[in-house]
T-cell receptor
């Protein structure tokens, strides 16, 4: 079975600072990996996905993630945080077309 | 292109009653997934339907059930509601490119 671990349930950064949200996966075969964002009282919005093509994946809103098989990681980064990035972020893993398995989420706070 | 549509947006039920939640997938998507997001419990997988069949089920009691219709829309039924069933219920649909798109959810409150 696949699983993901998100390190840090809360991350706080200053506006303009680098955003780094960590995700490590466990899978016996190369999986598909996803990052979603959730704003309060809303559903999940897909930021980006890794589907065994390019290891560096660019997503929406300036986010990107790099698949590193040797480290079993899929960390999410953004060079410069904006106030509007404050939300909860979820990493997920699957072997399609099976269900997504989510991490516990990381709440990102952006301060002035 | 219309996204995944869930109805109702909010639902208030009394303990012991039944709740029915609905999901319309993106046109062309044949798979529908249901998740429960209860406070402090993260995103828990409930059910997966594809081509009208239940393909997988999460660790939930049998009073959580559902079905998928010929047009690929889906219903989630929760019988004998308990207070701890209060949560945001999210539906997602998937295409052949394995993109999972979520709806905005149904907020179920059991009182």
């Amino acid at each position: 079975a696949q699983s993901v671990t998100q390190l840090g349930s809360h991350v706080s950064v200053s506006e303009g600072a680098l955003v780094l949200l960590r995700c490590n996966y466990s899978s016996s075969v190369p999986p598909y990996l996803f990052w979603y964002v959730q704003y309060p009282n809303q559903g999940l919005q897909l930021l980006l996905k890794y589907t065994s093509a390019a290891t560096l994946v660019k997503g929406i809103n300036g986010f990107e993630a790099e698949f590193k098989k040797s480290e079993t990681s899929f960390h999410l980064t953004k060079p410069s945080a904006h106030m509007s990035d404050a939300a909860e972020y979820f990493c997920a893993v699957t072997l399609p077309p099976s269900k997504l398995t989510f991490g516990t989420g990381t709440r990102l706070q952006v301060t002035l | 292109e219309a996204g995944v549509t869930q109805s109702p947006t909010h639902l208030i039920k009394t303990r012991g009653q039944q709740a029915t939640l609905r999901c319309s997938p993106i046109s062309g998507h044949t798979s529908v997934y249901w998740y429960q997001q209860a406070l402090g419990l993260g995103l828990q997988f409930l059910l997966w339907y594809d081509e009208g069949e239940e393909r997988n089920r999460g660790n939930f009691p049998p009073r959580f059930s559902g079905r998928q219709f010929p047009n690929y829309s889906s219903e989630l039924n929760v019988n004998a509601l308990e207070l701890e069933d209060s949560a945001l219920y999210l539906c997602a649909s998937s295409d052949r490119d394995h993109g999972y798109t979520f709806g905005s959810g149904t907020r179920l409150t059991v009182v």
